[in-house]
């Protein structure tokens, strides 16, 4: 009877085939750089943020206070939030998530060392996440990567396409094309040397832009798209 017992499960197994156990753990042995841009006590350090930084070949400083929503929602927060629903998302599918910073309420850090901590990590990919904030009559969300950077561009393409079957977020009407932009001047892109991404993910200074943003829910949503992107790029 035991021996019955056991091939009945060892044949289980071979039905389910090779994959069910990575279909619980899609992205177990990946090491995913998750980075909040900005942060939330930047505008009050203003020679701290404003001190220049290599961003890969030219100075640059080393971040910036980021944008709001007309009634005060900081970019800040809403970066930070969404990544941290989309660490716990990775996390619970096995990855490794390192975060460039672990709060709100601090300084930076320099986009220099953002990059650093995802170089140092190894990371099999990093995200930088955003919000623009561009003219009130354009809406709408790209992904920006750095040119000769191949990698980048499929993680890039990856997103795209995951983030608007999810969200239903149109591309940006303003920026960009078809919801991809190719950029030299951003030090966190430049100084990788991982498969890096960064990710405008709306307009805030658009009003249905802001309105959606400023919703939990849809902040839920937009970190399971981009989860379902870092899952697609790291087949």
């Not at 970019?75 to 599918?93: K, P, S």
Request: glycine share 10%; proline share 5%; charged share 25%.
């Amino acid at each position: 009877m035991r021996t019955l017992l056991v091939a009945a499960a060892a044949a289980a197994l071979v039905a389910a085939g090779p994959s069910a156990g990575s279909r619980r753990l899609p992205l177990l042995g990946k090491t995913i750089a998750v980075d909040p841009g900005h942060n939330g006590a930047n505008w009050s350090h203003p020679a701290e943020i404003n001190r220049r930084v290599d961003a890969g070949g030219f100075r640059k400083a080393c971040d910036t206070t980021g944008t709001s929503t007309n009634d005060g929602y900081t970019e800040a927060a809403y970066n930070f939030d969404v990544a941290m629903r989309l660490a716990r998302i990775l996390r619970r599918e096995g990855a490794t998530v390192v975060l460039t910073r672990t709060s709100n309420d601090g300084v930076g850090p320099c986009i220099d060392e953002r990059a650093a901590i995802g170089n140092d990590a190894r990371a099999d990919a990093a995200i930088s996440i955003h919000a623009d904030g561009g003219p009130p009559g354009g809406r709408g969300f790209e992904v920006i990567y750095k040119p000769q950077a191949p990698d980048s561009r499929r993680l890039a393409l990856a997103l795209r396409r995951a983030f608007a079957a999810a969200t239903g977020e149109p591309y940006s009407t303003y920026v960009g094309r078809d919801g991809l932009d190719v950029r030299t001047d951003l030090g966190g892109l430049n100084r990788s040397t991982v498969p890096k991404v960064l990710i405008e993910t709306a307009n805030m200074r658009n009003t249905a832009d802001a309105s959606r943003l400023e919703s939990a829910a849809y902040r839920q949503r937009e970190a399971g798209a981009l989860a379902r992107g870092l899952e697609s790029f790291l087949r």
